[in-house]
C-alpha cells in the first residue's frame, strides 16, 4: 500500500465508525419508535408518510428536532501519522529502486506509534539528506550538516531530529510565524518563535531550502505559492474556500 493520505484515513474512519456500531446504521429500524442517539429519524419520516398519516402525526416527532449526537467510534489500528511535512515523503526510502520496499517501509514508519523507536530511522534519513544537499552543487550547508566531516554522518545531527517526527511548538513564545522554530533553536540557529507550523506558511518551500541550502528564507521553492488567503483566526484556523 502507498502512501495512505488524510481522505483514505478519513474514510476508514467514517466506515469503520458505521461498522463498529457507534452511531450504527447496522441495528434494525423500527418505524414509528422512538428516536434515541443512535437511532436518528432520518430515513424514518421519509418512508410512510401518506395523506392520512403524515410525518407530522408520527408519535415520536417530537423528539426528532433534538436528535442526539453518536458516541465517538472506537479507533482501530493506526494507519498513518501527521508530524512534519515532506519528511517521510522526501527522505525515508525516497530513492529504493524498488517500490514494494519502499511502501512496506513507509507504511512501518506510519504505523508506528511509539516515539522511542523513531530513532532507528535517522539512518535511512541519512542517505535522503545527502541526496538534497547536493542539490546546489555544495555540500554541508544543509541545516545542522557538520561541516568538519565529509561523510554520510555529517547528516546525523538532522538525521536524528527529523526522525523524532512530531511539530514541537514552544507556547511561552510570543510570536509564531516561523516553521520549526524549536527545531532550528535547537541546532544552534537561534530563532525566537513559538515554531510548529502555521496554516499560511509555505512549508514546501521552507523544507526545500532547509535542506538544499540550509537557508531559512525559503528561497528554494516547488513553484507553487502558498495560497493568498490567511489562515483563520479560531479552531480549527482554515481559511474560507476558494
Ligand atoms: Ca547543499
Ligand atoms: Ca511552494
Redesign the pocket.
Known amino acids: 500500500m502507498g502512501k495512505v493520505n488524510l481522505s483514505m484515513v478519513l474514510a476508514v474512519w467514517v466506515w469503520a465508525s458505521v461498522l463498529s456500531g457507534c452511531g450504527s446504521v447496522t441495528t434494525p429500524r423500527v418505524v414509528g419508535a422512538a428516536d434515541t442517539a443512535s437511532t436518528p429519524d432520518t430515513a424514518e419520516d421519509a418512508e410512510t408518510d401518506t395523506a392520512a398519516d403524515p410525518d407530522t402525526a408520527e408519535p415520536d416527532d417530537a423528539a426528532d428536532s433534538t436528535p442526539g449526537t453518536p458516541a465517538m467510534p472506537v479507533l482501530g489500528a493506526q494507519l498513518d501519522r501527521a508530524g512534519r511535512p515532506l519528511v517521510k515523503e522526501l527522505l525515508f526510502h525516497a530513492f529504493d529502486p524498488y517500490a514494494a520496499g519502499r511502501d512496506a517501509a513507509r507504511d512501518g514508519w506510519d504505523r508506528n506509534g511509539d516515539p522511542a523507536s523513531w530513532t532507528a530511522y535517522a539512518s535511512e534519513l541519512v542517505q535522503g539528506l545527502s541526496v538534497f ?4 552543487t ?2 554541508g ?2 541545516l545542522a550538516a557538520d561541516t568538519a566531516q565529509v561523510a554520510p554522518s555529517r547528516y546525523s545531527a538532522l538525521a536524528s531530529l527529523l526522525a523524532d517526527d512530531r511539530l514541537v511548538v514552544d507556547t511561552a513564545a510570543e510570536s509564531c510565524g516561523v516553521y520549526m522554530a524549536v527545531e532550528l533553536n535547537a541546532v544552534g540557529t537561534a530563532t525566537p518563535d513559538c515554531g510548529g507550523r502555521r496554516l499560511d506558511v509555505d512549508v514546501v518551500d521552507a523544507t526545500y531550502t532547509l535542506l ?2 540550509g537557508g531559512l528564507d525559503s528561497s528554494v521553492g516547488d513553484g507553487v505559492a502558498a495560497g493568498a488567503e490567511a489562515a483563520g483566526t479560531t479552531f480549527p484556523y482554515l481559511a474560507p474556500p476558494l
Open positions: 544537499d547536493s542539490i546546489d555544495v555540500c550547508n544543509q538544499i541550502t
